[in-house]
């Protein structure tokens, strides 16, 4: 299971892709690291920089982290410019995941990326569109076949849809699905609160909670979402071992995407890939 893979036209070394965010672009990692997994998937890119939000942005959570980055990224232009060549130095496959609060910009995005040498784009529908009042892409089944069938139009190469976890996700992922996504990202971090109490007050933290914490609910969502959809699935939420990945291919997943667990350990993706050959070669 740790052999190459296919996931709609778009070949991987192994099945191991490195999630957005959490691996900025490549600068905590070993080359080693980064030229041995299957895929990078970039941060998420908008077409204007991004500042983010004012700190803290991250809390420990039992068995897992809540963050609040806000998307923060230095823009199209300076991701073509200054970031992007030297991803594409690396090796592996780098998928650029894209934001936006409107149509239009996600269009503006694909565009801005044809020709560059990317092998394709995640779409991260998780943001909220402007147009409907601040409701996210991910809320709305209709919207996101709209959005997806008008980037097929502009990108024709390989792009995952990355759902939310929550709301209507299958309605969603089979509207991805329809639409044009060559696979779809399952899942986004999940809404959590932490409270930190203090002498001013409670600090009350809303992000997203990933982690180890967040397998079981995502496996299952990978398992249900397997046995609806033809397009292929990737496995994102909670993954720290080879046996968490090896859960995530028994459950329907063509591949995975390791986030967290690079925070705590910059080597987790070698070691993963070597406990999954083990598991894989043992069954």
């Not at 963050?67 to 594409?88: C, D, T, V, Y």
């Not at 997943?253 to 705590?264: H, K, P, S, Y």
């Not at 070597?274 to 043992?282: I, M, P, V």
Request: proline fraction near 9%.
């Amino acid at each position: 299971m740790t052999g190459s893979v296919e996931l709609s036209g778009l070949r991987l070394s192994n099945p191991l892709m490195l999630a957005s965010g959490t691996w900025g672009f490549g600068e905590t990692l070993s080359p080693e690291i980064l030229r041995s997994v299957g895929a990078l998937v970039t941060k998420g890119i908008s077409l204007e920089p991004r500042a983010g939000n004012p700190p803290p942005r991250l809390s420990e959570t039992p068995c897992g982290l809540l963050n609040s980055i806000g998307l923060e990224n230095p823009g199209l232009a300076a991701f073509r410019k200054g970031i992007l060549p030297r991803l594409l130095r690396i090796g592996p496959p780098v998928i650029v995941n894209i934001l936006g609060e409107s149509e239009e910009e996600f269009l503006r995005l694909a565009e801005g990326l044809r020709e560059t040498g990317v092998a394709g784009l995640e779409v991260n529908i998780s943001c909220p569109n402007v147009k409907k009042g601040g409701l996210a892409f991910s809320q709305d089944p209709d919207g996101v076949f709209r959005m997806v069938r008008r980037l097929r139009e502009v990108w024709p190469g390989w792009m995952s849809v990355k759902l939310s976890p929550v709301g209507p996700v299958a309605e969603v992922a089979h509207a991805a699905e329809e639409g044009g996504a060559s696979a779809l990202t399952c899942a986004n971090t999940y809404p959590a609160l932490a409270i930190h109490p203090g002498p001013k007050g409670p600090y009350f933290h809303l992000g997203g909670l990933s982690g180890p914490a967040i397998k079981p609910l995502t496996l299952r969502l990978v398992y249900e979402l397997s046995r609806r959809l033809r397009r292929p699935l990737i496995a994102c939420g909670g993954i720290l071992s080879g046996r968490d990945a090896y859960e995530y291919l028994l459950a329907g997943a063509r591949a995975f995407q390791v986030g967290t667990a690079t925070l705590l350990d910059p080597e987790a993706p070698r070691r993963i890939l070597s406990e999954l050959d083990e598991l894989s070669r043992a069954d």
